[in-house]
């Protein structure tokens, strides 16, 4: 790379890299940084609404709160360890699965990724439009608004976005500090007839197994995400420091943002999370309320920036595969514009009763990530062990192929087994049916998946082709081969 580009490129202020390599003389970040930015991240108001769902379906408090924990430690982990593979390839997160499908045959784990970006883009301009709570009902002038500020977040891109999620993680805090406290105080206390529990029961196996369920998808879903923000980072990065930075932000802001929804949800009949939060702040002082409704649609329109930036990276990718395309900023503005175009289009027809559209859209993103992230991370940790051609997995053409038939095959083997332990509100499977509607299909897609991959993958002799590829990309991009 000639020194005028590596300057064209540091110095602008819109980020020029997208579905490339980032080369080791353009990384920089610090591995904390990935703490905050993955705290505001899963501190928005869609995290609150997964704490509804125990107390919603009869469980009590406590185990609504056992199950959030349980779920989200269990998800966060799937996520955490993808955060390593950034700075060891400075590559996009789903770019990096051409090795495990081929250039072609990852298709399919892209669309379910636009699906996932695009379904929480949709999401939050809803809650952002209702959050802003002047003539919410405009949604014809608030929607567009929304959607297009987000979008010049995202082709600002990785820099800008990591800036503001840093900023609003104090912000958020200060805030939230303040409600959950009053609410742990206030709600419970046996002095105030009016906090008697909307919900009396104490335990049903369904309402911990879905909370459970839905605080992993939750988190795993977030899966497809991580490596856009930490391949910037340095090769030699530290692998724990960045997967726990990584796991605490993400796990901590679940966690307490999912418990409080559930508190809320408890105590508070038919709770929804703008006009709850809303009134609960009122609480503290009149006008803490909206303040705390407006800091998180603040948030919100951030990680909106976050998710139309990684549609960008996978739609790109998924059209390059077919259609080689050079990465420019033509091209960033072009996609993003598609992306907000789509998203607005949704957002626009969706019906106003959400809350179970957003279960089952929880659902299923988990269901099509499962099958992805395991394929991946077993890929990565223990077959090639984080050695790989970062040239040929750009160019389509390259060493990994069109269509790889093992990552596809275990792709395939582990939806098939999940399909019997589905349980959505169009289609429920038999064996969810027989454990009352409870979900476990996580659990299977992740063992069938990732042991399938493992097995069809481990007597594969190292390939020649692909030892010297990875050799000419170590020389091509300054890194140090191991």
């Known amino acids: 790379m000639s020194s005028q580009l590596h300057s064209e490129r540091t110095d602008s202020v819109i980020e020029s890299r997208s579905i490339d390599v980032v080369p080791e003389s353009e990384r920089h970040g610090k591995v904390w940084h990935q703490g905050p930015f993955w705290f505001a991240g899963n501190f928005v108001l869609t995290t609150l ?29 799937f996520m955490a360890f993808h ?24 298709l399919l784990p892209f669309i379910a990724t636009v699906f996932v970006y695009v379904g929480f883009l949709v999401f939050d301009t809803i809650l952002v439009a209702q959050g802003i709570g002047i003539f919410p009902e ?15 977040i995202a082709v600002v891109g990785h820099d800008l976005l990591h800036l503001i999620q840093r900023w609003m993680t104090y912000i958020l805090i200060a805030v939230f500090l303040v409600i959950t406290v009053f609410a742990v105080i206030h709600f419970p206390s046996a002095d105030i007839a009016a906090a008697a529990p909307v919900r009396t029961a104490g335990w049903t196996v369904s309402g911990f197994l879905v909370q459970f369920s839905l605080a992993a998808g939750y988190n795993i879903s977030y899966s497809v995400y991580v490596s856009d923000y930490t391949r910037y980072l340095p090769r030699n990065s530290s692998a724990p420091k960045l997967i726990g930075s990584v796991y605490a932000g993400a796990g901590l802001s679940a966690v307490w943002l999912m418990s409080l929804g559930a508190l809320l949800a408890s105590y508070i009949p038919d709770a929804d999370p703008i006009s709850t939060l809303r009134s609960v702040g009122d609480m503290v002082f009149p006008g803490f309320g909206t303040v705390a409704v407006l800091v998180s649609s603040i948030a919100l329109v951030s990680i909106m920036g976050v998710n139309a930036y990684g549609a960008m990276l996978t739609g790109a990718s998924a059209i390059d595969g077919f259609r080689p395309m050079k990465p420019t900023v033509r091209l960033r503005v072009v996609a993003l514009v598609i992306v907000g ?6 957002a626009l027809a969706i019906p106003d009763d959400y809350l179970d559209s957003f279960n089952s859209f929880v659902g299923l993103m988990l269901y099509f990530l499962i099958p992805w992230t395991a394929v991946n991370l077993v890929d990565f940790y223990l077959v090639r062990r984080g050695r790989y051609a970062l040239d040929d997995i750009v160019d389509g053409n390259g060493v990994y192929g069109r269509w790889a038939w093992k990552g596809l095959t275990a792709y395939a083997v582990g939806f098939a087994a999940m399909i019997p332990f589905f349980s959505l509100s169009f289609y429920t499977g038999p064996v969810a ?49 191991h």
Request: aromatic letters at 12%; charged letters at 10%; a negative charge.
């Open 433 to 481: 049916s027989m454990i009352d509607g409870a979900d476990m299909s996580f659990a299977v897609g992740l063992l069938v998946s990732g042991l399938t991959y493992f097995f069809l993958t481990r007597s594969q002799p190292a390939k020649l082709a692909e030892e010297e590829a990875i050799r000419r990309s170590a020389v091509e991009f300054g890194l140090d081969e």
């Open 49 to 77: 609404v997964v704490g509804f769902t125990g107390p919603t379906m009869g469980l009590s408090l406590g185990f609504s709160i056992l199950a959030v924990v349980l779920g989200v430690g269990f998800g966060t982990f």
């Open 138 to 152: 405009a949604t014809w002038f608030w929607y567009p608004i929304i959607i297009a500020v987000s979008i010049v």
């Open 83 to 106: 955060a390593n593979q950034g700075p060891t390839m400075g590559l996009a997160q789903m770019i990096q699965s051409r090795a495990q499908f081929g250039s072609r045959g990852v």
């Open 341 to 346: 175009t789509v998203s607005l289009v949704i």
